[in-house]
C-alpha cells in the first residue's frame, strides 16, 4: 500500500489567493483527519470524517478554511483566501477506525507558505 | 484544560544513553496516550501507545511509564542510536472521541 498521499508536497502562494490540499486515504481507511503543525501550536486537528462525514470540525481556525470529503478515496482542505499566518504544515491522516485504538496513519504533509 | 505539556524542548544524548521525555496533562478526560515519531519531512508515525489502567508497556527499546494520579507519563529510549534522532510527540486521546491533543514535541539527538 502506498500510504497517505497529499498533494502538494509543497506550496507557496500569495496572500489572498486560494489554496486547495488533498489526500488520498489509505484504501479501506473510513476515517480521515486533517491536522496542522506549526512550531508555534505544535499539531493541531483541525477537522475529521467518519464514513465521508464531517464529525468534528471545531478546530477549523475559520471561515476561510473548508474540508470536503465527497467519497472515500479523497478529501480536500481549502483555503479562501489565504493569510501569512496560514503558512503551516498541513497533514492528512487516515485511520480503519474500527475501535478508537486503530492506529491513525499520517500522509508526509502539504508544506503551504503564504507570502 | 486541554493541554499537553511535554519536555523538554529538545535533548541530546549520546549514543547507547537513556532518552527521557516527560508529559503531563490537567484534563482528566483523556483515555489514550500514544507517543508519535516524526522525521524531518515525514508525517508522526504511532511509536507507542498506553492506556491509563497500565502503569508502564514496553516495546523493545521502547516504554512508556504512567503515573495517573500524577497525570504524568514519559516515554524512555533505552540504549539510545543514532537512527532514533527525530521528533517526539506525546499525545492524548479525548473519551469518547477521535480527538487527540498533541504535545509540542522534542527534538532529540543522539550522538555517535
Known amino acids: 500500500d502506498a500510504g497517505v498521499i497529499q498533494s502538494p508536497r509543497h506550496e507557496v502562494t500569495e496572500m489572498g489567493q486560494e489554496v486547495t490540499l488533498r489526500c488520498k486515504p489509505i484504501?479501506?481507511?473510513?476515517?480521515l483527519f486533517w491536522y496542522r503543525q506549526t512550531m508555534m501550536r505544535g499539531l493541531e486537528l483541525l477537522i475529521y470524517?467518519?464514513?465521508?462525514?464531517?464529525?468534528?470540525d471545531s478546530g477549523m481556525p475559520e471561515d476561510r478554511f473548508s474540508a470536503k470529503m465527497p467519497n472515500a478515496s479523497f478529501s480536500t482542505l481549502k483555503i479562501q483566501p489565504s493569510e501569512p499566518r496560514d503558512s503551516a504544515v498541513y497533514f492528512c491522516?487516515?485511520?480503519?477506525?474500527?475501535?478508537?485504538?486503530?492506529?491513525?496513519?499520517f500522509g508526509q504533509g502539504t508544506r503551504l507558505t503564504v507570502v | 484544560q486541554q493541554q499537553v505539556k511535554q519536555s523538554p524542548q529538545s535533548l541530546i544524548v549520546q549514543k547507547g544513553g537513556i532518552s527521557i521525555i516527560n508529559c503531563a496533562y490537567e484534563?482528566?478526560?483523556?483515555?489514550?496516550f500514544p507517543w508519535y515519531q516524526q522525521f524531518p519531512g515525514k508525517g508522526p508515525a504511532l511509536l507507542i501507545a498506553?492506556?491509563?489502567?497500565?502503569s508502564e508497556k514496553k516495546e523493545g527499546r521502547f516504554t512508556i511509564s504512567f503515573n495517573k494520579s500524577a497525570k504524568q507519563f514519559s516515554l524512555h529510549i533505552m540504549d539510545s542510536q543514532p537512527g532514533d534522532s527525530a521528533t517526539y510527540f506525546c499525545?492524548?486521546?479525548?473519551?469518547?472521541?477521535?480527538?487527540?491533543?498533541f504535545g509540542t514535541g522534542t527534538r532529540l539527538k543522539v550522538l555517535a
Open positions: 491522516a487516515s485511520s480503519a477506525a474500527r475501535d478508537r485504538n486503530t492506529e491513525a496513519f
Open positions: 484504501s479501506g481507511h473510513n476515517s
Open positions: 470524517f467518519n464514513n465521508n462525514v464531517p464529525i468534528d
Open positions: 484534563n482528566t478526560a483523556f483515555d489514550y
Open positions: 498506553i492506556r491509563p489502567d497500565v
Open positions: 499525545a492524548a486521546r479525548l473519551s469518547g472521541t477521535y480527538k487527540y491533543i
